[in-house]
């Protein structure tokens, strides 16, 4: 009978840990993106008992198919994302038929403070990528709660955006996605900003080979993405939005130094102080590495402007919830 025998080389390196709080849709989307390309051992944790346990079962026994070497566990103990180098947080309620805003804003910023001071005490040196709506607001409460310095908290948001924007473009046009750049900049939501002076396709600017009245239809499409799937399927986007959110996991892990569009706090860029918005950023393996401030049209600056208020609104909502 044959016999294998191994000792672990204290030198050999340790994977990187990614931790997913929430395993929900988004969440176990982007966590399956990690596992396929082995980004590094994964944890999804949530509080549905045998959910995450299931998923991280399921994940594993795949492995051997494709030949893949990393840990996948679950679990509903929030501890267990000890020691996590990057963490997803998708955790919290999606708006139901008669929640209003406010209810929302209590609910889920109780969500991020418990989960906020879970990553403080347990995994105090990750970078934190928050995906839970209203996003601007819980990504700022993520980084009032753990204290982290600006560079390790973020929101996903601009990646999805500016995918579906591109998406659209390129049917339009009939063309690869590959071939239309762009981005949509600003808060997460109706009041998005899609950057036209910085669109392209093969190189040229999209107001060029698109008509601006064609292209206010393709951007109000792109402002109400989130919604047309919900009405379709009855429940949230997720293999989008877990695939927008695996890209940014990606460039921390892998310290790719990508230029991607990104929930950001900003402390004077574009005038804006003290607030998170969706601006271009550089993400690698010290994560929000450099906000890129690019020169905006005079009517993309007062889109900006106005969807910041709007991010502005949505935190003081919030802290009133929280106070009251």
Do not use: W
């Amino acid at each position: 009978m044959a016999r294998y025998h191994s000792e672990r080389n204290s030198t050999v390196a340790k994977r990187k840990k990614i931790a997913f709080i929430g395993a929900g849709n988004v969440g176990a989307t982007c966590a399956h993106l990690c596992f396929l390309r082995s980004l590094g051992d994964i944890v999804l944790y949530d509080i549905i008992e045998g959910l995450p346990e299931g998923k991280a079962l399921d994940m594993l026994e795949s492995a051997p198919v494709l030949g893949i070497d990393v840990n996948v566990t679950g679990s509903t103990k929030i501890r267990d994302i000890e020691g996590a180098d990057c963490i997803v947080v998708t955790s919290g309620s999606p708006r139901k038929p008669g929640m209003s805003r406010d209810d929302l804003l209590k609910i889920n910023a109780a969500v991020m403070t418990t989960v906020g001071n879970a990553i403080k005490e347990v995994a105090p040196n990750a970078f934190v990528i928050v995906v839970t709506n209203p996003l601007d607001a819980m990504v700022t409460q993520i980084k009032r709660v753990t204290g982290f310095p600006k560079h390790r908290v973020a929101g996903q948001a601009g990646v999805l955006d500016s995918a579906r924007y591109r998406t659209f473009l390129a049917t339009e046009l009939g063309v690869s996605v590959d071939s239309v750049k762009a981005m949509v900049l600003g808060g997460h939501g109706d009041d998005m900003v899609p950057v036209r002076s910085y669109t392209t396709c093969g190189g040229v600017p999209i107001e060029k080979v698109i008509n601006p009245k064609r292209l206010d239809e393709i951007e109000t499409r792109t402002r109400n993405g989130g919604a047309e799937i919900v009405n379709l399927m009855k429940t949230s986007s997720y293999y989008a939005a877990g695939t927008a959110v695996y890209r940014m996991v990606e460039a921390f892990m892998l310290d790719r130094k990508e230029v991607l569009p990104a929930a950001a706090y900003l402390e004077g860029e574009y005038g804006v102080r003290g607030l998170y918005a969706g601006v271009p950023v550089v993400i690698g393996g010290n994560g929000v590495e450099k906000i890129i401030e690019i020169d905006l049209t005079a009517a993309e600056k007062t889109a900006f402007d106005s969807s910041v208020a709007h991010v502005r609104e949505l935190v003081e909502a919030m802290d009133k919830v929280l106070a009251g």
